[in-house]
């Protein structure tokens, strides 16, 4: 790939300032926060987990966000151009960009399956049969569905073809629209679930799952766990902000953006963690039930209330609208990749992304049926993608990117690109984040992921 940045690429953009905010916001909400983070909440034992990963996004995630969105901005092209633009002659940091279009098939495998059951969700709910707080219909609705191979391989097809006519109409319409106009309704629709699942009997139960921890439970490998999810929520470590990032308009404030996005996401993630918590204890499900927590919880919660199965059908068409925007993103960093440093057109390479992933994901298709006993390193092709993706590409794409600007880049750099070349005041901001990244950030991270994969 010795061809010269084609930073001449006519690029699109998010044209307001309100419209990056909701991409990004669009980006980072998802199944992460309705689906992931309640259930390895309650794989990992509730409260302390959820306590490292608050530290983790802090300390952590907000930092190498900054990082990459600045990056993006600056180099205004896609992670593997950008990196070559910014690194000296011969350092191979472009690879990082390849590492992260490898990263974006392995998470969109599993992630489109997800949204399979969604979608296959969606029906369910019309039909109106998995709509009661017994969990022997609930456990079997799910179980019947992930345990047959056609119906999750369709589904999963028709949600990449879905995506991929989204992308064919471009950044701006596409992702910019979509999310602007309806995640508030989702934040209502999880309002009301919370308010629901309070009034539950053993609500209180669920809180103190939730919110009281138990620091015995707090091992190595939760703690990398933690702060797997901490990535995969801000959708670091693997291109997918640096890209964004290269959609943001100069005069845009990045602290501010990144803060407001962390802090709406969580929100999310504590409503989707109240909703479900009290009402997993109330009705006796098992709070380490796994990828199916959300899908045999819910169900339970609107059974309790009036206009339930409306309200249900509704609530899964905004998971699945959340979980749009988070797969645009996520397809973006490979059809970039593949329009500007391949000059593809932007259409070819949609297709043959989508065309790969229908090949790829299929594996995760059928984790649950055909391949239920296909296993390696012990893990099955679903958790195995979630894994290598979350627990070790994204951390180590996160410490090579405070790496690359703490000792690399560069301060002066860094600083004047966060700044716009000193017209947004944000030079304390600059100043500790740079520490961060230079002294903080790698570190941590490569303690974490060592203990955690028992390397040490
Ligand atoms: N953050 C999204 C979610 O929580 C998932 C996601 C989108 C993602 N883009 C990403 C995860 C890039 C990792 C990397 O649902």
Not at 27 to 43: E, H, M, Q, R
Not at 90 to 117: H, N, R, T
Request: proline content about 4%; hydrophobic content about 55%.
């Amino acid at each position: 790939m010795a061809q010269q940045d084609s930073s001449t690429v006519k690029r699109g953009g998010f044209s307001s300032g309100f419209g990056v905010l909701a991409a990004t916001l669009g980006s980072a909400v998802g199944l992460g926060n309705i689906w992931k983070f309640p259930y390895l909440t309650g794989a990992n034992g509730g409260a302390g987990f959820l306590l490292v990963y608050l530290l983790a996004t802090l300390v952590i995630g907000l930092p190498v966000m900054i990082a990459e969105i600045t990056i993006g901005r600056h180099a205004k092209a896609n992670p593997i151009t950008a990196l070559k633009k910014l690194s000296p002659k011969g350092q191979p940091w472009w690879l990082l960009g390849a590492a992260g279009m490898f990263a974006s098939f392995l998470i969109l495998s599993f992630y489109s399956e997800v949204v399979a059951w969604v979608f296959a969700y969606i029906f369910k709910a019309l039909g109106g049969s998995i709509l009661t707080s017994d969990r022997n219909i609930t456990e079997a609705a799910f179980n019947s569905l992930i345990g047959d191979p056609l119906q999750s391989l369709l589904w999963q097809w028709v949600v990449l073809a879905l995506i991929g006519g989204i992308l064919l109409m471009g950044v701006t319409k596409g992702i910019e629209g979509l999310a602007k106009k309806l995640m508030p309704l989702l934040f209502l629709l999880l309002l009301l679930l919370c308010a629901v699942s309070l009034s539950l009997d053993k609500a209180r139960e669920g809180l103190a799952f939730l919110f009281h921890p138990d620091f015995s439970k707090i091992t190595a490998s939760v703690i990398l766990t933690a702060m797997g999810l901490a990535f995969f929520k801000l959708s670091l470590g693997m291109g997918t902000m640096m890209t964004y990032g290269s959609y943001f308009r100069d005069d845009q404030n990045i602290p501010a953006t990144t803060v407001r996005v962390m802090a709406a996401d969580l929100c999310v993630s504590m409503l989707a963690g109240i909703a479900i918590f009290p009402a997993v204890f109330t009705f006796g499900f098992a709070p380490a039930a796994g990828p199916a927590l959300v899908f045999i919880t819910i169900p339970a919660v609107f059974s309790q209330i009036p206009m339930g199965q409306v309200l249900m059908v509704g609530f899964f068409v905004l998971a699945a609208v959340a979980a749009t925007g988070a797969m645009l993103s996520l397809m973006e960093v490979p059809v970039v990749i593949l329009h500007e440093r391949f000059s593809m057109s932007r259409p070819k390479a949609t297709l043959i992304t989508i065309g790969a992933l229908m090949l790829i994901g299929s594996s995760c298709a059928l984790t649950n049926n055909v391949l239920a006993n296909f296993k390696l390193f012990g893990l099955n092709m679903f958790d195995l993608f979630d894994f290598v993706s979350s627990n070790i590409i994204m951390p180590a794409g996160g410490i090579l990117l405070a790496v690359f600007v703490g000792w690399i880049w560069g301060a002066e750099k860094f600083r004047a690109a966060l700044s716009n070349n000193g017209t947004l005041a944000n030079a304390r901001t600059a100043r500790v984040v740079f520490f961060l990244l230079r002294y903080v950030s790698p570190v941590l991270i490569l303690l974490v992921m060592l203990k955690g994969l028992k390397l040490f």
